[in-house]
């Protein structure tokens, strides 16, 4: 992107308004010129007063927006600021300054659209008027712009839509729910690990195969069946449940538990997954309109900088919170044998991922298949890596090792990396 359009965006919050109060100022300056030799014609006087009363509104309306523009923008980074530094400001006020963002937005634009409007029934009322004397050119100018005026209108009506479907977002992927009556065995493992980490047992257990292992407490919307999950949920993922032995299962998903452990650990969780959907949502609202108007540009900037200054805290605060989830996982198992899960969890993604992009018929049967040919990798550049699920704040990998106090020797690359035994294979349908 060249550098005149990466300002170009951020320029039109102040530019729109400038050009607003210009053209309102330009039309104030006509009509009072014509109004000092018309004083004595009482009806055209009359109008002309109120084409004066409209672009004297015009500029105001304009100026409003001027102010309304960076206004936004300063609270904008100060709350982002805030966030960084208070988790609990994040915490309790990361959706009321959403909430705040889209009415400032909608403002902002209501003003714009007010100004634009004032100043076009000024030129339609003007160019009527004078349509002998050439007023024709000036509605030839001024009625493609009720389109402009249109356009702004549908944007406050998305911005007032939109933004109440991200204060409520949910989530939606594919599994298959697990009910204690369907899954005895499995339910009372889960709740024995529970127990040992101190928390809550999940109100829903899913198992599915296009994801890793993770814990959200927001709605999901289970496909293919539909089913609305409310609740604590936590998704466990065949193919990775094929290759792991059940002590490193243990770990893995004490480390997803722990997220319950705590009300301000289970709020970061909470946090961390509706900023993610609010991303989501709205990359996916960006991309509906890919050349945006410019009377639209302002909001769409002035979220996505809302977005990626809020990130910053909603990571640094996260990160946090898997670090001590970490800590619960060592706690099944100790520390080396959680350590050992991870990085055979993080071996494993890569080669679930490729294979998942073949779309094969039996995933978990083609993962067995391809690890008996195929010896798993790590280098260094796996301990940069984090683990993706769709709500993902993990830090590097070499950072969680470090922090549990786990060497990264060649016993342990060893284990990480083995070929599946038979019963890592099968261990988890045995339940």
């Not at 609990?88 to 403002?107: I, K, P, V």
């Not at 007010?114 to 009527?128: D, I």
């Not at 949502?281 to 200054?309: C, G, K, N, S, V």
Request: aromatic letters at 10%; hydrophobic letters at 50%; glycine letters at 6%.
């Amino acid at each position: 992107m060249s550098r005149f359009a990466r300002w170009s965006w951020p320029l039109t919050i102040l530019l729109l308004p400038v050009v607003l109060m210009t053209w309102a100022s330009v039309q104030s300056g006509r009509v009072d010129d014509v109004l000092r030799e018309a004083q004595n014609i009482g009806g055209y006087y009359a109008w002309l007063r109120v084409r004066q009363v409209l672009a004297g509104l015009a500029y105001w309306l304009a100026l409003a927006a001027l102010v309304a523009g960076p206004a936004t923008w300063l609270k904008l980074r100060l709350d982002a600021w805030r966030a960084l530094k208070s988790r609990d400001f994040l915490y309790d006020r990361l959706f009321l300054c959403w909430r705040a963002l889209g009415h400032w937005l909608s403002a902002y634009a209501g003003l714009l659209m007010g100004a634009l409007a004032l100043s076009l029934l000024y030129e339609l009322s003007w160019g009527w008027s004078h349509l002998k004397a050439g007023g024709w050119l000036i509605l030839l100018v001024a009625v493609p712009l009720i389109a402009v005026l249109w356009a702004g209108c549908l944007l406050i009506g998305r911005l007032r839509q939109q933004w109440h479907a991200l204060d409520s977002p949910s989530s939606a992927f594919l599994g298959h729910r697990m009910g204690r009556d369907k899954a005895p065995a499995l339910w009372a493992w889960i709740e024995q690990l529970a127990t040992a980490t101190g928390a809550p047992v999940p109100d829903h257990i899913v198992v599915g195969i296009d994801q890793s292992f993770f814990v959200t407490s927001v709605d999901v919307a289970l496909q293919p069946a539909g089913d609305l999950l409310l609740g604590r949920t936590l998704y466990l993922p065949l193919t990775y449940l094929s290759t792991l032995s059940q002590a490193e299962a243990a770990s893995i998903i004490g480390h997803e538990l722990g997220h319950f452990c705590s009300r301000d650990t289970e709020r970061g969780s909470e946090i961390g997954a509706h900023f993610s959907l609010m991303c989501l949502h709205f990359a996916f609202i960006r991309a509906e309109d890919a050349d945006p108007a410019w009377i639209e540009r302002p909001a769409i900037w002035m979220t996505q900088r809302f977005l990626h200054y809020f990130q910053l805290a909603v990571h640094h605060w996260g990160r946090a919170q898997e670090l001590a989830a970490d800590r619960v996982g060592g706690n099944i198992g100790g520390e080396r044998l959680f350590c050992q899960a991870l990085l055979r969890v993080i071996a494993l993604d890569a080669e679930i991922n490729t294979l998942l992009a073949e779309r094969h018929s039996n995933l978990i049967q083609a993962l067995a298949d391809h690890l008996r040919h195929t010896p798993l990798r790590l280098n260094d550049a796996a301990l940069n890596h984090t683990i993706a699920h769709p709500f993902d704040t993990h830090p590097p990998t070499a950072l969680r090792l470090q922090q549990l106090g786990v060497t990264l020797d060649d016993a342990l690359l060893a284990e990480a990396t083995r070929v599946p035994t038979e019963h890592d294979r099968h261990w988890f349908s045995q339940l």
